[in-house]
């Protein structure tokens, strides 16, 4: 499928909308808890066992965001939107049908691995075209686009809730809602299909008539050459450790906000706790296009000083005062959530900094396996500390304790990857980028 290139009228803002219909859809996946009590009840399932879709999906995201990269920018955004529309729908219809059968390896396989791809694939599907199309103010652009994974949820989790009420939590219920859920994203998914453009060029006939369609200029690396480099290693530790830090909070939100307040004079409610929840959500989604947007105007380097620097202050805040001030717990939380959204949404714009626009897409899916990572080093970090603090008898806020501190050393980590990162050794840049293909070509041959 040949890339659509725009016609001279086309407007630029048509672009991000196109990338909204995509991850507004996949960012279903953080809505999964929804159907963990019904899958349990109805399959007689256990917790542990009822996290495998998601569990399994997150780390097929990453897997197919790396792998799947080159091919995204060869083959342009109308293909990769459409491998994510056939991928993730498909896993829905699969998972109804083991819903249905009461075969749960069929859900696993649906909705974690071939739903899974489609995430990968859809996450990045956009991300180079926007950056092409804004070069002005990367930092917003791909904030748009990846506030809609972040915002999916707030969509996803009510509704689903609202179709398992209505058809009922047993299997029957569960495989209707999954078979709604499949059809409604590939007509929503296929918007973003129809409407997506890539920019005209100099080597186009004529050029564009929207500004932000530039030929490549300036420094250009190729994926390949990016993962050679100290600079693509620095970011892939900053990425972990912010994710990590952010996810561990994300993960564990309702039951930590009720420990940190259980032996209080105001303890926490299961309706406040969830309300708890939805904000972080909130505070997820806004980061990502606030932040991200700020990054044009003070650099990508120092908003990430910011999302570390004070990411750690706001963990050593709960941690020293958290359990004494109700309202101070939740402000620092909700700061650490934003954080963790903006640093998903800000990383392509810094990629794009460092390596150019050649292959940024190919090379921000190489770096999102940090994400897969930290999905897994997070929650198991927080989990893991409290169930052995309460075998030792502790309880409250102490559970925590430690978590916190390893979670500050870890930004702080973070910290000093982030300073390490220089501009890009000129023998990693492309020669020019008509020689782009040789040069792939050249490096893709054995020595």
Known sequence: MSPPVAPPAWSRWLVPPAALSVHLSIGQAYAWSVFKPPLESSLNLSGTQSALPFQLAIVMLGLSA??????????????????????????????????????????????????????????????????????????????????????????????????????????????????????????FMTLGVLLVRVPRTEDSQDPANEPGAPALTGVQVSANSAVRTPQFWCLWVVLCMNVTAGIGILEKAAPMITDFFADTSTPVSVSAAAGFVALLSAANMAGRIGWSSTSDLIGRKNIYRVYLGVGAIMYALIALFGDSSKPLFILCALVILSFYGGGFATVPAYLKDLFGTYQVGAIHGRLLTAWSLAGVLGPLIVNWIADHQKDAGKHGASLYDTSFVIMIGLLVIGFVANELVRPVNARHHIPAPRKAADVERQQSEPA
């Open 66 to 187: 790396a792998f799947g990269g080159t091919l995204v920018e060869r083959n342009g955004p109308r293909w990769a939107m459409t491998v994510a529309l056939i991928c993730f729908s498909s896993g829905f219809l699969i998972s109804a049908l083991g819903a249905e059968t009461k075969q749960f390896w069929l859900i696993v396989l649906g909705y974690g691995f071939v739903g899974g791809i489609g995430l990968g694939i859809g996450y990045i599907s956009p991300v180079s075209t926007l950056i092409k199309w804004f070069p002005d103010r990367p930092g917003m652009a791909t904030g748009i686009a990846i506030m809609g994974f972040g915002g999916g949820a707030l969509i996803a989790s009510p509704w689903s809730a609202q179709m398992l009420k209505s058809f009922g939590s047993d299997n029957t219920g569960i495989a209707q809602t999954f078979l709604i859920l499949g059809l409604s994203y590939a007509v």
